[in-house]
């Protein structure tokens, strides 16, 4: 383990209340580079339970929740006897420290998900089944909803205060019943007695309540499905449901009391394309809009760089609630016309919160300790070098982690690879090197000039960050349409002949699957996604610097008649995007990248009840004036 930032003393539990005394955790991941798992790691430890690094030391296995059964099968055979410990997923030490007792690990909710039941299970580990007596300690049941103010708990099944006797059942065992049984079966495992310590009398430990309430809406931000049911839903959107605190990124309010103003506001006010913007309106990140240069002469420059480091670094682990605070930190400081050089200063600025004191020891100290411990720590750069895999997201590379990979060789000689993640292995280096924007022009003119071959009615746009006007891109996002079109199948032959012609021609090199969660995917057909070698012939630069680079492409089909949406939509930038959206949204309409539709009714949890009426598609300005937004040329449209 490399440096790691000094932590607060942790504040032990008192005694009587140190439930997991005796106890030892490993947790899969076993490590608290996420925040969530920081956070229970540390009220673990509070409450007595000790935290080891190696599985044969545990008494029992806590499992991130994202990961299955097939995904830590490989680490649990590090530890011959794994299966005389007790696997749960990350509920249950939560469980456990709310109602101040051990709970039965044997419920469905602390399951693993494809952990083979007993039956299935090696005859040794049938033995210890006689312990598993689900119905002698009843199940925790269901939470009911609480308040509106405070998140969903992440446990599923709180026991209610208002539970009959015959449900209180599931209590924490004595030490020396505990010893007992380690006598009848062998091994540590605690049992769960009937009405020894009945939950309902144990109050809910209230100390651990904020914090658990903020772990949650961390665990929220950071993508726990199912705890997502009561957020904002912004069912078009697919980059997931808009947050409370992303609304607040994206519609960049300032610190008023009321975040959301437009909560306030009847229909009517809500202003329309023949009349004037409500105020409110102004505050969406949207309508300021911004270049790619805005921090060139910026006097916070300096800071913003190192806040836009920490910012990745976040990136790196998923924390999407601290992504968005440093976004909004960010975007609020290139706003300024002076340094901000003082806590005090940056406090008074809204949106910075707590990110103030960071902002004052980078003016002070040129550094950010917190950014150079990120840098420093070996787990990280693990996570950082597998998101750099082109398919990888944040669940895979965790689960390579758990699984104990820690290099590219090792995924390369032992995980099991999709085709995808195969060529992002194989082609590492080439598809994490930027396209010079000389080159995004001439790959586009090898497709053009084939497309025009196949039919020169045919029109193809290149989007993404090149129509913002970026020194390089990532990847060339290949808009084709044609005069006419009112459908993307209009445009399939197009596209299935294009694609063989270049195949053929040895131009696209491999056809990529779509991601999971790509946007709107509803007419398969309508995108192909791979890869693309420029010839020789067609090089921008010298002779002797050309090498055949894989580079990722995208095609994607857009009848004429959404051309405007869906040129809004793939030159974003992604934040634009969300605020466009959002606001639209706001104002009881619906945009995506078909179109701005108008009359849409939206029901419980803001899910949209009904498609509404196509107000605009085909012409871009045309959207972004019924929106009331003024008109943003692409190269304006670098937000956050
Ligand atoms: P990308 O190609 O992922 O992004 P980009 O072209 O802006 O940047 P890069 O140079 O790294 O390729 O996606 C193209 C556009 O699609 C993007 O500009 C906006 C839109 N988009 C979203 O709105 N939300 C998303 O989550 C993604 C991935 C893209
Ligand atoms: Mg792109």
């Given at each position: 383990?490399?440096?790691?930032?000094?932590?607060?003393?942790?504040?032990?539990?008192?005694?009587?209340?140190?439930?997991?005394?005796?106890?030892?955790?490993?947790?899969?991941?076993?490590?608290?580079?996420?925040?969530?798992?920081?956070?229970?790691?540390?009220?673990?430890?509070?409450?007595?339970?000790?935290?080891?690094?190696?599985?044969?030391?545990?008494?029992?296995?806590?499992?991130?929740?994202?990961?299955?059964?097939?995904?830590?099968?490989?680490?649990?055979?590090?530890?011959?006897?794994?299966?005389?410990?007790?696997?749960?997923?990350?509920?249950?030490?939560?469980?456990?420290?709310?109602?101040?007792?051990?709970?039965?690990?044997?419920?469905?909710?602390?399951?693993?998900?494809?952990?083979?039941?007993?039956a299935e299970k090696p005859a040794d580990?049938?033995?210890?089944?006689?312990?598993?007596?689900?119905?002698?300690?009843?199940?925790?049941?269901?939470?009911?909803?609480?308040?509106?103010?405070?998140?969903?708990?992440?446990?599923?099944?709180?026991?209610?205060?208002?539970?009959?006797?015959?449900?209180?059942?599931?209590?924490?065992?004595?030490?020396?019943?505990?010893?007992?049984?380690?006598?009848?079966?062998?091994?540590?495992?605690?049992?769960?007695?009937?009405?020894?310590?009945?939950?309902?009398?144990?109050?809910?430990?209230?100390?651990?309540?904020?914090?658990?309430?903020?772990?949650?809406?961390?665990?929220?931000?950071?993508?726990?499905?199912?705890?997502?049911?009561?957020?904002?839903?912004?069912?078009?959107?697919?980059?997931?449901?808009?947050?409370?605190?992303?609304?607040?990124?994206?519609?960049?309010?300032?610190?008023?009391?009321?975040?959301?103003?437009?909560?306030?506001?009847?229909?009517?006010?809500?202003?329309?394309?023949?009349?004037?913007?409500?105020?409110?309106?102004?505050?969406?990140?949207?309508?300021?809009?911004?270049?790619?240069?805005?921090?060139?002469?910026?006097?916070?420059?300096?800071?913003?760089?190192?806040?836009?480091?920490?910012?990745?670094?976040?990136?790196?682990?998923?924390?999407?609630?601290?992504?968005?605070?440093?976004?909004?930190?960010?975007?609020?400081?290139?706003?300024?016309?002076?340094?901000?050089?003082?806590?005090?200063?940056?406090?008074?600025?809204?949106?910075?919160?707590?990110?103030?004191?960071?902002i004052e020891e980078i003016v002070t100290?040129?550094?950010?300790?917190?950014?150079?411990?990120?840098?420093?720590?070996?787990?990280?750069?693990?996570?950082?070098?597998?998101?750099?895999?082109?398919?990888?997201?944040?669940?895979?590379?965790?689960?390579?982690?758990?699984?104990?990979?820690?290099?590219?060789?090792?995924?390369?000689?032992?995980?099991?690879?999709?085709?995808?993640?195969?060529?992002?292995?194989?082609?590492?280096?080439?598809?994490?090197?930027?396209?010079?924007?000389?080159?995004?022009?001439?790959?586009?003119?090898?497709?053009?000039?084939?497309?025009?071959?196949?039919?020169?009615?045919?029109?193809?746009?290149?989007?993404?960050?090149?129509?913002?006007?970026?020194?390089?891109?990532?990847?060339?996002?290949?808009?084709?349409?044609?005069?006419?079109?009112?459908?993307?199948?209009?445009?399939?032959?197009?596209?299935?002949?294009?694609?063989?012609?270049?195949?053929?021609?040895?131009?696209?090199?491999?056809?990529?699957?779509?991601?999971?969660?790509?946007?709107?995917?509803?007419?398969?057909?309508?995108?192909?996604?791979?890869?693309?070698?420029?010839?020789?012939?067609?090089?921008?630069?010298?002779?002797?610097?050309?090498?055949?680079?894989?580079?990722?492409?995208?095609?994607?089909?857009?009848?004429?008649?959404?051309?405007?949406?869906a040129l809004i939509y793939f030159t974003?930038?992604?934040?634009?995007?969300?605020?466009?959206?959002?606001?639209?949204?706001?104002?009881?309409?619906?945009?995506?990248?078909?179109?701005?539709?108008?009359?849409?009714?939206?029901?419980?949890?803001?899910?949209?009840?009904?498609?509404?009426?196509?107000?605009?598609?085909?012409?871009?300005?045309?959207?972004?004036?019924?929106?009331?937004?003024?008109?943003?040329?692409?190269?304006?449209?670098?937000?956050?």
């Open positions: 383990m490399g440096k790691r930032k000094k932590e607060a003393p942790l504040k032990l539990a008192p005694e009587a209340r140190r439930i997991f005394k005796d106890l030892s955790f490993f947790y899969i991941p076993n490590d608290d580079i996420n925040p969530v798992r920081r956070l229970q790691i540390r009220k673990a430890r509070e409450h007595g339970v000790m935290w080891c690094r190696k599985l044969d030391e545990a008494t029992h296995i806590i499992v991130d929740k994202k990961l299955t059964y097939t995904d830590i099968e490989r680490q649990l055979q590090d530890d011959p006897k794994w299966s005389e410990k007790v696997l749960v997923n990350e509920n249950y030490p939560i469980d456990c420290i709310k109602h101040r007792v051990i709970v039965n690990p044997n419920q469905s909710q602390y399951k693993i998900s494809g952990t083979p039941t007993p580990e049938t033995e210890l089944s006689h312990l598993d007596n689900d119905d002698a300690s009843l199940e925790l049941k269901p939470s009911r909803r609480k308040s509106a103010r405070r998140p969903r708990s992440p446990v599923l099944s709180t026991q209610s205060r208002s539970q009959s006797s015959s449900q209180r059942s599931i209590a924490l065992i004595s030490s020396s019943k505990r010893q007992q049984n380690k006598g009848v079966t062998g091994n540590a495992q605690p049992a769960y007695a009937q009405d020894e310590v009945p939950l309902s009398e144990q109050p809910a430990d209230t100390s651990v309540d904020d914090e658990l309430t903020q772990c949650i809406s961390e665990m929220k931000a950071t993508g726990n499905s199912d705890l997502f049911s009561d957020s904002l839903m912004d069912d078009d959107d697919p980059a997931g449901p808009l947050l409370t605190d992303e609304i607040e990124v994206l519609s960049d309010s300032s610190s008023s009391d009321d975040k959301r103003p437009w909560k306030r506001r009847t229909r009517s006010s809500m202003g329309n394309s023949k009349g004037k913007n409500p105020a409110w309106q102004e505050k969406f990140i949207c309508m300021k809009g911004g270049t790619k240069d805005h921090t060139d002469n910026n006097p916070n420059a300096e800071t913003i760089k190192v806040l836009q480091e920490m910012l990745d670094q976040h990136t790196l682990t998923g924390d999407d609630f601290r992504i968005r605070a440093y976004r909004l930190a960010i975007a609020t400081l290139r706003t300024q016309s002076k340094k901000i050089c003082t806590a005090e200063e940056a406090r008074a600025l809204p949106n910075i919160g707590r990110i103030a004191d960071k100290t040129n550094r950010l300790r917190q950014l150079e411990y990120a840098l420093d720590d070996p787990q990280r750069k693990i996570i950082g070098l597998f998101l750099q895999i082109y398919g990888v997201g944040q669940i895979q590379a965790h689960k390579w982690v758990a699984q104990g990979f820690r290099t590219l060789d090792d995924l390369k000689n032992k995980a099991d690879l999709n085709t995808n993640q195969k060529i992002g292995l194989e082609y590492f280096d080439d598809l994490n090197t930027r396209i010079p924007r000389q080159e995004v022009e001439a790959l586009a003119d090898c497709v053009k000039e084939t497309a025009a071959i196949i039919d020169h009615n045919v029109e193809l746009i290149i989007g993404g960050s090149y129509r913002r006007g970026a020194d390089n891109s990532g990847d060339i996002d290949l808009i084709v349409t044609k005069k006419g079109t009112s459908s993307t199948s209009q445009l399939t032959p197009f596209l299935n002949q294009l694609v063989d012609t270049l195949t053929r021609e040895g131009f696209l090199t491999i056809a990529l699957a779509a991601h999971h969660g790509d946007a709107d995917d509803t007419d398969g057909g309508s995108k192909w996604h791979g890869c693309c070698v420029l010839p020789e012939s067609a090089f921008p630069g010298p002779r002797s610097e050309y090498r055949p680079i894989w580079r990722r492409i995208d095609i994607l089909l857009v009848p004429q008649t959404e051309l405007g949406a974003g930038n992604d934040i634009f995007n969300r605020s466009i959206r959002l606001l639209a949204q706001k104002k009881g309409m619906r945009l995506n990248q078909r179109g701005l539709f108008g009359n849409v009714l939206r029901g419980q949890g803001n899910i949209k009840v009904n498609e509404g009426t196509l107000l605009e598609g085909r012409d871009e300005k045309k959207i972004f004036e019924i929106l009331g937004v003024r008109w943003r040329e692409p190269h304006e449209r670098w937000c956050g």
